[in-house]
């Protein structure tokens, strides 16, 4: 594919992700300089409000927006600390695109962290990183010391006022740690569990401070936007949603691959173009979207635009598109699902706690082919509960992928 | 090693609580109510707060563990690529049901997704990585451990 637009990609498998020398050499860490020398907090938060860059995290908020707020946030605390944090815990199913940011070009990714923890006055940033990626805890450990060597990172960075201390703060084995509040909870030691918002973490985040919590791959593109300008992002892809995203896909396909892909692209052509198609004489039955947390496209909708919209029908999640071709049993999904939900409630809220389980039971006995009338009703029952009193989205998420193969893929006519 | 060093390594502050307690279980196997003890004397909170956050996160465990845990990834990617085709196999060759704790010896257990989606079924035997298992080749990777 010609005249590819490459921001995250760049420079993946051009440059030895290793040495921060070879990062230089391709272009790397300019932004920092250019955003020390020539702009402040203020204009550059103003060039990523122009940019239009929306959270890759799941959530599609509006970067520039959350780092304004944080910047504008008074100081309140004695310290008068305020926090940066990267989210790295990727552990939706089917996602490894954060750590494939890692394990190419992890000079990017803290370029980026570097920028943002200035833009919101930030003096000490945590990378939250998913405790099983213990190999790419050490990349970015060995980054975080080269770039302190050359003074991107620690006291007067590049001789400016301007100081920042980096940790890297590895999780412990939890999905629900991926969000934000309950990362914060974690970090301060206690249960991963989501916390009451309002107050929203860019007021009252980590020990009480203002805090910008951020996925990486949002944070990857802030480079790219502080060299060539909020309006020059804004014209890539899509108009609700700009910029390209890192799509994962995997599955029935011929190659399964993580894509960077202009946003606005068609599904169809995800798994067309970018994957190869299905794989020999296997016929599709649908795409699950957004990893385990996602909805499930038919063959119908393939030409659905993947964007970040509000309104939109299908929300992108983290970009995981899992292809499903006829021969799966769909039962050993419906377990998949349930299962992980079940394992990855934090227990806190009953309609969770109780409805992820009793889900999982139920798909035990779909799979034993022993569903009962009763079951039906229940389902139903459970589902509705999910959707509409959980505490947190885990317990919405959980709620969806069911919801729609008894409605799309008519899960339960067989037993009627 | 004991928990006494292990701890001087570590800041009394609260961020460093959880990564403490992720060092002492990977040290030991789990975390003890002696050394969970220690954990609360050094950082001047109750016991009770430390097994409270320790007992929450997978990476920590506060029972002692089988010298042989199996375990097998069940995400939605792994399912497609055949992951219950290798947990029945590891069930029917081991005499185990994934999940129980019946066995002191040996556990079977059935995980989230570690993202290694790419290069599915993902089976960890004692912390060892295996991608691309096939059912025919489970029996062969578990004769390594017993
Ligand atoms: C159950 C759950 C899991 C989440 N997991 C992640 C995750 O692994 N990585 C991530 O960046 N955001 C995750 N999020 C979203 C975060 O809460 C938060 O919105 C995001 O980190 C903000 O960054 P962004 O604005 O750059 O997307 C999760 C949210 C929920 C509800
Ligand atoms: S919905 Fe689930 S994950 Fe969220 S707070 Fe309730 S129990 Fe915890
Ligand atoms: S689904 Fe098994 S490693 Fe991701």
Redesign the pocket.
């Known amino acids: 594919m010609k005249n590819e637009i490459k921001i995250i990609t760049k420079n993946w498998g051009q440059i030895n992700p290793r040495r921060i020398e070879e990062y230089i050499s391709a272009g790397g860490y300019v932004a920092l300089k250019k955003f020390i020398e020539k702009m402040t907090p203020q204009s550059a938060v103003e060039e990523i409000k122009i940019s239009g860059l929306c959270?890759?995290?799941?959530?599609g908020?509006s970067?520039g927006v959350?780092l304004e707020s944080v910047q504008k946030e008074p100081a309140s605390s004695a310290d008068g600390e305020k926090y940066f944090i990267c989210?790295l815990?990727?552990?939706?199913p089917g996602t490894y695109k954060d750590r494939s940011i890692v394990d190419n070009d992890p000079h990017l990714l803290l370029e980026g962290i570097i920028i943002s923890s200035l833009i919101i006055g930030a003096k000490k940033t945590f990378i939250y990183i998913n405790g099983n990626y213990r190999k790419q805890a050490e990349i970015l450990g060995q980054a975080v010391e080269q770039a302190r060597e050359k003074k991107f990172i620690g006291e007067k960075i590049l001789n400016s006022k301007y100081n920042l201390d980096i940790e890297i703060f590895s999780g412990a084995g939890a999905?629900?740690c991926?969000?934000?509040t309950a990362l914060i909870n974690s970090i301060e030691g206690n249960r991963g569990e989501p916390k009451m918002r309002p107050p929203f973490p860019t007021q009252c985040g980590l020990f009480g401070r203002p805090t910008a919590?951020?996925?990486?791959e949002?944070i990857a593109n802030i480079p790219w936007i502080i060299l060539n300008g909020g309006k020059a992002y804004a014209k890539i892809g899509s108009k609700k949603s700009p910029g390209t995203k890192l799509f994962i896909i995997n599955g029935a396909v011929k190659n399964p691959c993580v894509a960077e892909v202009p946003l606005g692209v068609k599904l169809e052509d995800l798994i067309e173009k970018y994957a190869g198609g299905m794989q020999e004489g296997k016929e599709f039955w649908f795409a699950q979207v957004g990893g385990s947390s996602g909805r499930l496209v038919l063959q119908k909708d393939l030409k659905m635009k993947m964007e970040y919209d509000r309104d939109g029908k299908i929300p992108l999640g983290s970009g995981a598109i899992l292809v499903v071709d006829k021969t799966m049993d769909i039962h050993e999904l419906l377990l998949s699902w349930a299962s992980f939900f079940r394992r990855e409630s934090c227990g806190k809220c009953a309609p969770c706690r109780e409805g992820t389980f009793r889900l999982y039971e139920i798909a035990q006995r779909l799979k034993d082919g022993e569903i009962s009338e009763r079951d039906k009703t229940a389902l139903e029952d459970i589902l509705w509960t999910l959707r509409n009193t959980s505490f947190?989205?885990?317990g919405k998420?959980a709620a969806t992928a069911f919801s729609d193969a008894i409605e799309k893929l008519k899960l339960l006519q067989k037993y009627e | 090693m004991t928990t006494e060093k292990i701890l001087l390594n570590f800041d009394p502050k609260m961020k460093n609580l959880l990564p403490a307690l992720k060092k002492i279980s990977a040290c030991f196997g789990y975390v003890d109510e002696n050394a969970a003890q220690k954990v609360a004397d050094y950082f001047f909170v109750p016991l009770s707060k430390v097994f409270e956050t320790a007992s929450f996160y997978d990476l920590i465990k506060t029972k002692k563990q089988p010298s042989l845990i199996i375990q097998v990834c069940s995400g939605a990617n792994c399912a497609v690529e055949s992951a219950y085709k290798i947990i029945r196999e590891i069930e029917n060759h081991l005499h185990i049901k994934a999940g129980d704790e019946f066995n002191p010896n040996v556990k079977l257990e059935i995980i989230s997704c570690l993202g290694q989606c790419g290069s599915g079924p993902v089976m960890i035997v004692n912390g060892n990585v295996f991608t691309r298992v096939m059912a025919s080749n489970v029996v062969g990777i578990l004769q390594g451990y017993l």
């Open positions: 959270g890759r995290g799941g959530a908020f970067t959350k989210n815990d990727e552990s939706e999905y629900i991926g969000e934000e919590v951020n996925n990486a949002t947190c989205p885990l998420f």
